[in-house]
């Protein structure tokens, strides 16, 4: 080992911990400045309702979440990570370049559609090569069972959210001024962003992307192999008879959702998806026992948090309508923009993830941490708290009726407490449970529960009550046949529900799940 590298570890964190979280800062600058504008830009610019644009979001999102799968299994087989990252970021840049070109023909929509799909299929692949493979460096960083993980990657989390906050500020400083001919401008930022993002990795990665002894991670990854009982060696199955028995599966999971279920097409694919990959992967034969038992943890979590994520993820979506349409947005004689509503959340991450980090370490040395389940089930049961402020909020008031905004920022507010109990956890927890040759696939199937989720909340935005134009009466909605969504309150009580049921679920599970992750915590 080097002695810069001794140097580093010894004196806090590698210094490639800080080039991943720069790296991941810009390319998050990309995503968030893209999503803050991208609803409004399909309801302003692009005349959609409500319905149709919360469909195209919930199914943008939610397949943005679900190729990681894809990219992690090429990775971990095929590119490594470094050239899985590079291919992925500059794929995310052509996308935000090919919605540049959409906003840029707004007015003519035999090119501004197509375009925007070309942008969209762009940003979802390219995302599917990243996303899963930075977040596992970052836990490649260190030797196994170092403790500095958890805080590792409550750091990374920052990185992301100060991404997170700048981006809804410049896209929508630049994007959402109430002429659709700007928004154009906010797509071109988010391009800039995703380019800045891979140049600073390229030219770092080398220097300071090494293991804990100096080796450089993310190579193209040596052929698979696993020593079972400390004499078999066996390969990872991937031959034609067993690929083509879960074909048959997926084809037939597929007609189910589609035929029977009635889900679109994109639904379909990504919640066929969701059930049939998991399963592939712990059929592998190279299992053993613990690593079985460990994954199914994994999968047992990430199913929960598919309820987290689809309630979180309004804020894209149906929370960035009714700050539009419902919040009193002026301070003084200033109005702000709808867009800007999305930086509440980032900020108060950046804020307090250092004093969950803090606590967190300072239960640790008491004994009195909880274990990662037990964090999760209190980040749903925060973010139930969440809707249940907003739904008092807005009980009694109309549709057309505008709120204080301090309701919206008290609900950012305490979904962030709610977010910082589980996101940057659940990374840590994937890294920790995963065995190493499947690292960035099954850091794929983390992220396929936000597919789900982001495809589910979708579906769920579509529900916010709206005014017709023509009667000027509020359109009540149907949540799937089984009652109706009459006014603002019903719809947020819906979220509350969901997650405080998902939450009390979790919490009585939390025995089990820790018994199945064998000591790690």
Not at 42 to 60: C, H, P, R
Not at 149 to 171: E, Q, R
Request: proline content about 3%; aromatic content about 14%; charged content about 15%.
């Amino acid at each position: 080992m080097s002695e810069t590298i001794q140097s580093d570890v010894q004196s806090g964190h590698p210094k490639g911990l800080y080039v991943l979280f720069v790296t991941e800062m810009w390319e998050r600058f990309s995503f968030y400045g893209m999503r803050a504008i991208f609803t409004l830009y399909m309801v302003k610019a692009l005349m959609m309702n409500n319905q149709e644009a919360s469909k195209i979001y919930g199914s943008y999102t939610g397949l943005v979440f679900l190729t990681p799968l894809i990219g992690g299994f090429i990775a971990d087989r095929y590119w490594g990570n470094r050239r899985s990252i590079f291919v992925g970021g500059l794929l995310m840049a052509l996308g935000q370049f090919a919605m540049y070109f959409s906003a840029s023909n707004y007015t003519n929509q035999d090119i501004a559609i197509p375009m925007m799909w070309v942008g969209l299929s762009f940003l979802i692949i390219g995302n599917g090569f990243f996303k899963p493979n930075i977040s596992t460096m970052v836990g490649q960083l260190y030797p196994e069972g170092d403790r500095r993980v958890d805080s590792a990657f409550t750091i990374f989390y920052m990185g992301i959210n100060l991404g997170a906050f700048f981006s809804p500020l410049v896209c929508g400083y630049l994007g959402d001024t109430n002429n659709p001919a700007d928004f154009k401008w906010g797509f071109l930022a988010a391009g800039i962003g995703m380019l800045v993002s891979v140049t600073i990795f390229e030219l770092l990665k080398d220097k300071y992307i090494v293991s804990s002894d100096g080796r450089a991670l993310g190579i193209v990854p040596e052929k698979k192999e696993v020593i079972l009982d400390d004499k078999e060696t066996v390969k990872m199955d991937l031959s034609a008879t067993t690929l083509a028995i879960w074909g048959v599966i997926y084809v037939a999971v597929l007609a189910f959702f589609h035929f029977v279920a009635r889900m679109d097409n994109i639904g379909t694919f990504i919640f066929a998806t969701a059930i049939v990959a998991p399963a592939w992967i712990i059929s592998d034969k190279t299992l053993t026992k613990v690593e079985r038992e460990r994954i199914i943890a994994i999968y047992i979590i990430a199913f929960f948090v598919i309820f987290f994520w689809s309630a979180f993820e309004q804020a894209g979506a149906s929370l960035t309508v009714f700050a539009d349409k419902n919040i009193d947005r002026f301070i003084g004689s200033y109005e702000v923009p709808a867009s800007y509503f999305q930086s509440v959340n980032a900020a108060l991450i950046v804020i307090f993830a250092p004093l969950f980090a803090w606590l967190w370490s300072k239960l640790g040395k008491r004994n009195m941490e909880p274990a990662s389940p037990v964090k999760q089930a209190i980040g749903l049961f925060l973010l139930s708290m969440s809707y249940l402020v907003i739904a008092f909020g807005v009980k009694g008031v109309d549709a057309a009726t505008k709120v204080s905004m301090l309701w919206l920022i008290s609900l950012y507010m305490v979904q962030t407490f709610g977010e910082l109990c589980l996101s940057p956890i659940g990374l840590s927890m994937v890294n920790k449970l995963a065995p190493i040759r499947l690292s960035s696939l099954l850091m794929g199937v983390w992220f396929l529960s936000s597919a789900t989720a982001n495809k589910f909340g979708g579906d769920l935005s579509a529900l916010l009550p709206q005014i017709d134009p023509k009667t000027n009466q509020v359109v009540a909605t149907s949540f799937y046949g089984l009652f109706a969504i009459n006014n603002l309150y019903d719809f947020f009580m819906v979220f509350m529900v969901m997650s405080l049921v998902a939450s009390i679920i979790l919490f009585a599970l939390q025995k089990w799940i820790i018994k199945l992750m064998h000591g790690i915590r």
